[in-house]
């Protein structure tokens, strides 16, 4: 398996704009996460999914960010408009029966 | 929910010396224990991990990890490091939520090995 695929691997916007993230998971993973990393606030979970359904959002800092996942091989988190103030390294990892969560490389995004 | 303390937030040490980057974490009857590394500008990659059994656990890069119940802690060692071993260094507890177990991670450890 290539494990969790992100794209884009960076991303740059002006503010205001809208910056969709995707990500692939790992085939047969059932849970999904969103994590965001910043040196001030380290690891954030963001969101995580379970069998395609969100189960836990609180993480999610204003509603102008949003994740969905369609499928089990699918998702995106999106944010709209964006802020400098979101400016981080997103991650989303998966995990299945063997309880650890593998990672993606990760989206660097900059909002100027 | 789950938190978890890591006590140092950088550690320099030199080449072929032995290191500990120390993990507490917050108590609860059944925890899952990870550790991962982060090497610049990637993702994190899965160092070692205890679910059950031994509390000494063996990781990858000559890395081990001793899970001390009484103590709630899950300390990283390595005899001797390597300049490569230079990384940013996170633990992990899961515990089981909305039928997933969720990661909860420390803010990190920076190990810096000098020649």
């Known amino acids: 398996d290539a494990g969790v695929i992100q794209s884009p691997r960076h991303e740059v916007t002006e503010m205001g704009q809208e910056v969709t993230l995707r990500c692939k998971p790992i085939?047969?993973?059932?849970?999904l996460f969103w994590y965001r990393q910043t040196m001030m606030r380290g690891l954030e979970l963001l969101i995580y999914?379970?069998?395609?359904?969100?189960?836990?959002d609180s993480g999610m800092p204003e509603d102008r960010f949003s994740a969905k996942m369609p499928n089990a091989s699918f998702s995106t988190l999106k944010i709209q408009p964006s802020e400098p103030r979101d400016s981080a390294v997103y991650f989303c990892?998966?995990?299945?029966?063997?309880?650890?969560?593998?990672f993606g490389q990760g989206t660097r995004l900059t909002v100027v | 929910a789950q938190s978890v303390t890591q006590l140092d937030s950088q550690v320099p040490v030199f080449e072929e010396a032995p290191v500990e980057l120390r993990c507490n974490y917050s108590?609860?009857?059944?925890?899952?224990l990870f550790w991962y590394v982060q090497y610049p500008n990637q993702g994190l990659q899965l160092l070692l991990k205890?679910?059950?059994?031994?509390?000494l656990v063996k990781g990858i890069n000559g890395f081990e990890a001793e899970f001390n119940k009484s103590q709630t802690s899950f300390h990283l060692r390595k005899p001797s490091v390597h300049i490569s071993d230079t990384a940013e260094y996170f633990c992990?507890?899961?515990?089981?939520?909305?039928?997933?177990?969720?990661?909860?991670f420390g803010r990190g450890t920076s190990l810096i090995v000098h020649p």
């Open positions: 085939s047969g993973h059932n849970s």
């Open positions: 999914f379970n069998n395609n359904v969100p189960i836990d």
């Open positions: 990892a998966s995990s299945g029966d063997s309880y650890e969560a593998f």
């Open positions: 992990a507890v899961s515990d089981l939520s909305g039928g997933s177990y969720i990661p909860t």
């Open positions: 205890y679910l059950s059994g031994s509390t």
């Open positions: 108590s609860s009857v059944s925890v899952y």
